[in-house]
């Protein structure tokens, strides 16, 4: 994000120097306008183009060694100061915004409450006030007894006019109502000063060549530059009525300047797009590439999956499983989708993905999250095919694991059952038929569809049924055999709630907390699973181990 607004303020600014450098200067106040207006939604959007570079492969290999360690985590309270910063930033927004709806209040109630003529395409208000003409809109503000003793001269009125008929409030409001969204940005007032003063320039300009007499309607404009005028959305007659708007009444422009000058914005903007869009290599790839001794991309296990996320102008790296997704920010901080951080200690290089020790991880050669090590050393940088004598690091100690410890072991794999292909003959015998079974064990108590029924009953049922599901089971010197049709088990697995239960170890002795509140294991159990965002077990400083439910 500080990336994002430094590129917008330089370019914002660099427009800026241009415009005072080389466009103000020339009579093409029109163009000058439109380039002050179009300056900022560009200066705004170009952060976000981006262009595709060709990629440069890179054969330097980093190797690394790391000491692995036994750790726990330390619970603590950090306080994160991004909200009460954006807090006062929309306070100050607010302030701005209540500046600006009370100055538009205000000349709406001076509009309803004061008489109106019609001129041409305008309308006049005439005020009690001694004032100097201005506009709002196509509302001309007057003197009234200027106005009825004919005392305001033609030229005035015109000059008004121009401003009401070419519509230059609404230039006055956008400006305004991008000051009160990037008030923090300076250059938005100098932008604000500019396009105020070539509406000046424009207005002049249409008075000069109707009347074509500049001595006259300078002399006129000094004149009446010490009334009075406290509407900052209007435009003023004598607004900054400065030594650059008087020589540009004799101005004389040369139309070859003034169009190498246009031509001058094309590889100005092509400049300002190489300059500070966002450049991404044509062959980029998505793929991990993890600096480490013991992990690469190819041996995450499959039940894992990594790569990258972009959000508010950072990369972060995500690693995905059936528990849900984390991600982590350059400095191996866990963070949430929009980066911002959840705990602000660096993630350990043995705790990113289990069983695995991750380093770096790198998206086209740089760097997108760097993991804690554990007393390791420098890197030492070995370029492809280079001859080192640098031992290979040590295979990492197997954990030992003691009763009541938690660890992030994954279980053994379950074992594969055998597989037969097509046009093998096989040993496995096949699974006993449904009938066959019930005339196997007339002893047995049978179930359909979780209701105990006869032995004649369950040879009826299951006679022309397909699908079926079954289980069976020893209890005591009794066998229980149970069918199930698979409609049946579906919709049973459909609203049979998930608890929480089976995903808190039992063994563990610890406070549970939902949502920051303590509560006993037995209101736990009751919570289902797809209410829940996450579960955190930790340990504090006293070694007690504390369970953290998070909802959704």
């Known amino acids: 994000m500080i990336l994002y607004v430094l590129k917008v303020s330089a370019c914002l600014g660099l427009f800026i120097a241009f415009y005072h450098l080389v466009l103000e200067r020339e009579k093409m106040h029109q163009f000058n306008r439109f380039y002050l207006?179009?300056?900022?939604?560009?200066?705004?959007?170009?952060?976000?183009?981006?262009?595709?570079?060709?990629?440069?492969?890179?054969?330097?290999?980093?190797?690394?060694?790391?000491?692995i360690s036994q750790s726990e985590i330390i619970e603590q309270n950090h306080f994160d100061y991004t909200n009460v910063l954006i807090g006062i930033y929309l306070i100050i927004s607010a302030l701005f915004l209540v500046r600006f709806l009370k100055n538009l209040l205000s000349i709406i109630s001076l509009i309803n409450k004061n008489s109106k003529h019609k001129i041409n395409r305008a309308t006049l208000v005439l005020v009690e006030d001694k004032i100097s003409p201005h506009t709002f809109w196509n509302y001309i503000f007057v003197n009234k007894k200027?106005?009825?003793?004919?005392?305001?001269?033609?030229?005035?009125?015109?000059?008004?006019?121009?401003?009401?008929?070419?519509?230059?409030?609404?230039?006055?409001?956008?400006?305004?109502?991008?000051?009160?969204?990037f008030w923090i940005n300076p250059l938005i007032i100098l932008l604000k000063k500019a396009i105020k003063l070539n509406h000046e320039f424009i207005a002049d300009n249409s008075v000069i060549k109707t009347y074509k007499n500049i001595p006259k309607y300078q002399y006129l404009l000094l004149d009446k530059s010490s009334w009075k005028n406290?509407?900052?959305?209007?435009?003023?007659?004598?607004?900054?009525?400065?030594?650059?708007?008087?020589?540009m009444m004799n101005k004389q422009s040369s139309h070859r300047k003034i169009i190498l000058k246009k031509l001058a914005i094309v590889p100005l903007l092509l400049t300002f797009v190489l300059l500070f869009s966002k450049k991404v290599s044509a062959k980029e790839n998505n793929k991990p590439v993890i600096d480490n001794f013991k992990?690469?991309?190819?041996?995450?296990?499959?039940?894992?999956?990594?790569g990258f996320y972009d959000k508010n102008q950072q990369t972060l790296y995500y690693i995905k499983n059936e528990e849900g997704t984390r991600?982590?920010?350059?400095?191996?901080?866990?963070?949430?989708?929009?980066?911002?951080?959840?705990?602000?200690?660096?993630?350990?290089?043995?705790?990113?993905?289990?069983d695995h020790i991750i380093e770096k991880v790198y998206k086209n050669g740089k760097v997108i999250s760097e993991f804690k090590r554990k007393?390791?050393?420098?890197?030492?940088?070995?370029?492809?095919?280079?001859?080192?004598?640098?031992?290979?690091?040590?295979?990492?100690k197997s954990p030992t694991v003691k009763e009541m410890d938690i660890t992030n072991i994954p279980p053994p794999p379950k074992p594969i059952p055998p597989v037969v292909r097509k046009g093998e003959i096989s040993n496995i015998p096949p699974p006993p038929k449904p009938l066959e079974l019930i005339h196997d064990n007339k002893d047995a108590t049978f179930y359909f569809n979780d209701k105990k029924v006869s032995y004649r009953k369950i040879q009826s049922l299951i006679k022309n049924q397909k699908g079926l599901h079954l289980l069976s089971k020893e209890k005591g010197d009794k066998k229980i055999i149970k069918f199930s049709t698979r409609e049946y088990a579906q919709n049973k697995k459909k609203h049979t709630p998930k608890k929480v239960e089976n995903l808190i170890p039992k063994h563990i002795d610890a406070d549970i907390y939902l949502d920051g509140k303590i509560i006993t294991r037995e209101e736990a159990?009751?919570?289902?699973?797809?209410?829940?965002a996450k579960i955190d077990i930790r340990k504090n400083k006293k070694g007690k181990n504390r369970i953290y439910i998070t909802s959704k």
Not at 331 to 354: A, H, M, R, Y
Not at 525 to 532: A, E, F, L, T, Y
């Open 37 to 67: 207006l179009g300056c900022i939604p560009f200066s705004f959007l170009v952060p976000f183009y981006t262009m595709y570079t060709k990629a440069i492969e890179n054969d330097t290999l980093i190797v690394s060694q790391i000491n």
């Open 146 to 181: 200027e106005h009825v003793n004919a005392e305001i001269e033609k030229e005035l009125y015109d000059h008004e006019l121009t401003h009401a008929t070419q519509k230059h409030t609404l230039d006055i409001i956008l400006i305004e109502l991008f000051q009160i969204i």
């Open 230 to 247: 406290e509407y900052y959305l209007a435009s003023n007659l004598n607004y900054v009525l400065t030594k650059k708007r008087l020589l």
């Open 295 to 306: 992990t690469s991309t190819d041996s995450i296990p499959n039940r894992f999956e990594t």
């Open 327 to 354: 991600y982590f920010n350059r400095f191996g901080q866990l963070v949430d989708k929009n980066g911002n951080i959840l705990n602000s200690e660096t993630t350990p290089s043995d705790e990113v993905i289990p």
């Open 375 to 396: 007393g390791s050393p420098n890197p030492m940088v070995v370029k492809k095919g280079d001859i080192t004598n640098i031992p290979p690091p040590p295979k990492p």
């Open 525 to 532: 159990k009751k919570i289902d699973v797809d209410k829940i």
